[in-house]
């Protein structure tokens, strides 16, 4: 698999009713691309199963948080694409003031926590970053 095919299946992995036309148009390919790479990747048993979830499959990580990113110039054009191919950002959000992304993040332990935040560290075009541990939530 490569970067396209972590990618599409991290856009099913946030939606998987999207059409054709919206994975494409994600993923900046055209609609036949994005077919024959599901197409390819159902026959290779990389995509084993499509399932539908109901609300109380959905399990929260045990671990969450929010990641605050400062980039240079365009770098927030950059690095949108490469965290939304992360499965454990489970959303990025753009934002005005200090921070110019804001990326929420799910995963099952602190280790593997900590993994993305040094991955995420890595992509180039940010500067800063700034972590918070989501401890509770209230309604």
Not at 12 to 32: E, F
Not at 36 to 41: G, I, N, S, V
Not at 102 to 118: N, Q
Request: charged share 25%; with cysteine; net charge positive.
């Amino acid at each position: 698999m490569d970067n396209l095919d972590n990618q599409l299946i991290a856009a099913l992995r946030r939606d998987g009713r999207a059409s054709l036309s919206v994975l494409a148009a994600d993923l900046n390919v055209t609609r036949a691309t994005v077919r024959a790479r599901m197409d390819r990747l159902i026959a290779s048993g990389g995509i084993a199963g499509f399932t539908v979830l109901t609300r109380g499959d959905i399990a929260t990580h045990p671990v969450r948080g929010l990641m605050m990113l400062e980039c240079a110039g365009r770098g927030a054009d950059r690095a949108m694409p490469r965290l939304r191919a992360m499965p454990e950002v489970t959303a990025v959000h753009s934002t005005n003031g200090t921070w110019d992304l804001i990326a929420e993040i799910g995963t099952d332990t602190l280790e593997r926590f900590d993994a993305v935040l040094s991955a995420i560290r890595q992509i180039d075009g940010i500067t800063r970053s700034e972590t918070s541990l989501l401890l509770s939530s209230r309604r």
